[in-house]
């Protein structure tokens, strides 16, 4: 059988080759199986790229593709999955947090007639804002989907071929892999690992980037958003309409209306201003996606394949 395993790549030259090791030592011990890395390369700037390529020189079973310039995580994954031929895919990360020898038990599982793997995590190493982001996001995002996405899961895992090439055809461009993955359903399954820190060097997407990650998830698998204002809406009218009737009637029956403070009509201005803007912003993030959509900008641009066919947009 064959498997492809798909590994975006931006600025790993720390861990490449610790990478490669434990790859070639997890692979090599696969039984049956014709084994194919494709780094994907990000746009990196440091010395990643020389260093696979010349990994691929001495092992050719490593094959590289270079994207025109640095285009994102989520690109980088789908570029590598527009590449692959194989029975099964593995998507990984290159920093070693998703561990090369949990790779047998995904083949396992899949091998028991799972069509898609996913990793989920039962510990992570990751420290400070990050850990408070990622555990926070988790937790909001389980309950804000209106589609059900297992937590603690991220692009570690095997697709095979029906399921990588049904991700294929979702064109969408703010993307949400671990989101996009159960949606394409089909028998999915489930192992567990502990997440390890990262081999060398620094995280290299950086918390803004993450965050806009965590909003691409929550607006492309959820219409909660605009669902809570127009509650907040329904409920701040009943409330006026209630206290316009108070008002009315206490000026009929002839009792006199307290004076109402400026201090209170500015809070409830300001107040007010801010839910509506609020409001128009929450509108303003779907129709931005929408924007994205409609301008059918290719997800990314191939410069160069090595041992591999070059594919274009989207793989089209
Ligand atoms: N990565 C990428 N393009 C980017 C940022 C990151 O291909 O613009 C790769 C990076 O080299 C690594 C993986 O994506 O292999 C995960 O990145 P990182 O470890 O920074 O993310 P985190 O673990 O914080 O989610
Ligand atoms: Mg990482």
């Known amino acids: 059988m064959k498997l492809d395993i798909v590994i975006p790549i931006y600025n790993e030259e720390e861990t490449l ?80 947090q998703d561990p090369p020898e949990l790779i047998p038990e995904l083949i396992s599982c ?21 850990r408070v982001g990622f555990n926070l996001f988790h937790r909001v995002f389980t309950w804000i989907t209106d589609f059900p996405v297992p937590p603690d899961t991220g692009i570690f895992g095997l697709l095979d071929r029906q399921a990588a090439e049904e991700l294929k055809r979702l064109p969408e461009q703010n993307r949400y892999f671990p989101g996009l993955r159960s949606w394409v359903g089909l028998n999915q399954q489930v192992v567990y690992y502990d997440r390890d820190e990262r081999g060398g060097g620094k995280p290299k997407q950086s918390l803004k980037r993450l965050a806009r990650y965590a909003l691409d998830a929550v607006f492309s698998f959820s219409y909660k958003p605009l669902r809570v204002m127009t509650s907040a809406g329904i409920v701040i009218s009943a409330v006026g309409f209630m206290l316009a009737c108070f008002f009315i009637i206490k000026r009929l029956m002839g009792v006199e209306v307290a004076q109402t403070g400026f201090t209170t009509l500015v809070t409830l201005m300001l107040f007010l201003g801010g839910i509506q803007l609020i409001a128009i912003g929450l509108v303003g ?3 931005a996606r929408i924007y994205d959509e409609v301008k059918q900008r290719p997800l990314f641009i191939v410069r160069q394949t090595h041992g591999l066919e070059k594919t274009g947009r989207n793989g089209g």
């Not at 028991?112 to 804002?129: F, I, Q, Y």
Request: charged share 30%.
């Open 17 to 96: 080759p610790f990478l490669h090791d434990r790859l070639v030592k997890v692979c090599d011990a696969l039984p049956d199986t014709q084994w194919r890395v494709i780094y994907v390369n990000d746009g990196s700037t440091d010395q990643s790229l020389e260093i696979m390529v010349k990994q691929r020189e001495t092992d050719p079973r490593f094959a590289i593709a270079e994207l025109s310039r640095n285009s994102g995580h989520q690109a980088a994954i789908t570029a590598g999955l527009h590449h692959s031929s194989g029975d099964a895919v593995i998507v990984m990360d290159g920093d070693l």
């Open 110 to 130: 899949w091998r028991g007639e799972a069509n898609v793997v996913m990793a989920r995590r039962r510990s992570r190493r990751d420290k400070g804002l990050r």
């Open 285 to 287: 993030e779907y129709l």
